[in-house]
DNA sequence: GCGCGGCATGATAGCGATAACATACATGTC
DNA sequence: GACATGTATGTTATCGCTATCATGCCGCGC
């Protein structure tokens, strides 16, 4: 503990507001009327209130005080992973909307596992979050109920679950992917690539994967060369090791779509190592627009999705749903933008 | 709210401990029991008491228990941006260390402002956490004020505070950059040229830069070139225009520090556009070692920073503290290894 | 002068859990 | 069989705050 405390509270008691009320020579309730913007008190007592909280060094106790209002005022928000730009940007997005509401974030992350969301959804549940907010749609049975049963308002986003819990603010990845196979198709590649994670753990991920076959089997396009490298998310340096993968056993491969920017980038970066020309022996794309993507050497073609955007409206819709402005639409699902970025990579 | 709710309890209530209770046949306090690891229950009326709990979906009140126990289970931490995977990775750390203690993580972000930061202190403090992390040495008055009267241990990280509130996990970053100077120096390096932000809101950058003129001074080279250039943290984009910037006004400038490897980044990529070759035409380093440093092309020559271990140092020592295994230690501060990386760019 | 509305403040009763103590019953010891 | 010991469970009293209702006071109109 910090060495000034027992200078500052001899019993090494944090002070209640009944020291504040007693200080101040007024009873706890008028102090916690005085310490809420709405509160209606005199100016004087007001005044004499918060002298006596500033001596005391008091600071509210919110959870003793959510227990008996039975408003905690916090929102969950789980992401797989914060060390990922694009949630990154997501979490901005709730961030900046939940701004002057009063609520606050909290902020978890999956590390893209099943398990751990449901450890942490239950986790988050035990603090009586007032909504939370998702990513992705796939959750353990356990996770669902929970969820179902716990009487607040739920997001899903950057997917569209095929059975949403309540609302949902995102889009399809399937869809996303398809549209950059056809914008690359129509620029004349033929021979296409796709890298991605081994296992399913990154559900977004599968998606887009299932995209990539449905679109090339749709323009009627040789087989897509399909290489799984490394467990989601993968990296930068897995990029690498995979598209060196790729072209040696696929030599004749024209583009590699990669699950993410962060993969595309590396498969880039691993091109120029060993002398292969971006994009005339081989053109890359990404997805997700990071922001790498735009000032990296060459600039990459990528998929830009509204990650920020995805995160305001899914706060938006969370608050109007705390604040009973519902109007029952709950189940109404909120599609955001996504398109293709043409760069110098493809 | 999910629609399924009316279906599961039809008085719209979340149920609690006295529902199971009742629903087990026993007392609120035996379900209290049941439901932690140390509770002394006997098998078949915790068998009872977990149906009960299932078929209700109870889950339960955290902060009610804990305004009860006078334990609320969570520790805060606040770093300047989820967006920065130094920081990212110092999270990890800390959430690696609290796993199976029992203590959850809160995280907030305070976008490198003093004032963000104070609002956050006050808004983590009211929610009472066992310990507080810090990122730096720079605070309010108001802030030191609470985090000294909160009666919680504080532990501050990532710099070396001149007057540390409590405990302190860092390394100097004024060192640490003139290590990198010397490095450089004793390559053969003399027209010395440093890339950061405008302001003193990064106090981190500001100690770098201080850093890199003391160690120009000691080394007698010719004065550093210092170019300002933008609002920190600066971006990649920032650092390709700051590098621009530079080598018109200083032409002759023979290796280009960045305060950080997003920057140093940018720089790089910038150059290879215009065709300046690197570290030939000019030499450029980061700070901070991310990831991109080792994939990029050139790859970066850059100051390695334990990033993952301030986190779980400061975990660790927060833990001791709460625990009480103090012994009276508080103030130590624990010093965390940096290296310079000696890649291709520098 | 009486009653009324409006405002500032106080008193009381929880919110949902747990700490601490109390109780009931089973087991073991001599 | 009496008593100590131990285990499983219940009872009661908070934890620090806020919702709700009660109170007292002021000024106003008729």
Redesign the interface.
Known sequence: ?????NA??PE???PTMLDVARRAGVSAMTVSRALKKDGRVSDATRERILAAVNE??Y??????G??SSRK?GFVAAIIPS??N?NF??T??GI?DELENTGL?L??G?TDYTAEKEEKLI??M????PEGIILTGGTHTDHAR??????????VETWELPPKP??QVVGFSNEEAMALLVRTLARKGYRKFGYIGGTTSRDTRGSQRRAGFVKAIEELGLPPGRLVSFGVPPI???QG?QAVVGMLERWPDTEVALCVSDLSA??AV??C??RGIRIPQDIAIAGFGDF??A????PTLTTVNVDCYGIGKQAARKLIQ?IKGEDNGL??EIILTSYRVVERESA
């Open positions: 503990m910090p060495k000034e405390l500052k509270s090494n008691q944090v005391l060094g600071v509210l106790d919110q959870s003793a959510s227990l905690t914060i060390n730009s990154a940007d979490a901005r961030t606050q909290l902020l992350y239950e986790a549940l035990r603090r009586r109920r929970m969820l179902e049963s716990a009487g607040i308002p739920v819990i309540d990296s930068i340096e690498g980038f590396g970066m691993e120029k190592r922001e790498i735009a000032y990296c050497h749903s709950s189940q």
